[in-house]
């Protein structure tokens, strides 16, 4: 079965740090740029960060631009998002995305009907 899997989410309070992975299963995320997208209840996905496949370009929503950092070890097949200066809004279930069904130009990597598969996502809770 091929499928994305976060890990690392959790509770943290205001202020503190998190580092959540997405690891390939059955998928070599090595060719694959690599997105996160994070939801809120109630409203849409919002993508957060975007990392090519060498890695040697990222992207970031505003929101989050200063705090968080996407990386990949693709000898891991993994992609990273390290979360610092976490603030309650952050809290949402965050996903990782890959598999482009198509080049995307301007801010078009955030959006979700782009990407091919998806992981189950991991929640992450910000307390103030």
């Known amino acids: 079965q091929l499928q994305l899997v976060e890990s690392g989410g959790g509770v943290v309070q205001l202020g503190g740090s998190l580092r959540l992975s997405c690891a390939g299963s059955?998928?070599?995320?090595?060719?694959?740029?690599t997105t996160w997208f994070r939801r809120v209840p109630g409203k849409e996905r919002e993508g957060v960060s975007y990392?090519?496949?060498?890695?040697?370009?990222?992207t970031y929503a505003d929101s989050v631009k200063g705090r968080f950092t996407t990386s990949r070890d693709n000898a891991k097949n993994t992609v990273y998002l390290q979360m610092n200066s976490l603030k309650p809004e952050d809290t949402a279930v965050y996903f990782c995305a890959a598999g482009l069904k198509r080049p995307i130009y301007g801010s078009s990597w955030s959006t979700p009907t782009l990407y091919t598969y998806w992981g189950q996502g991991t929640q992450v809770t910000v307390s103030s």
């Open positions: 059955g998928i070599t995320l090595g060719p694959s740029a």
């Open positions: 990392i090519s496949s060498s890695g040697d370009r990222t």
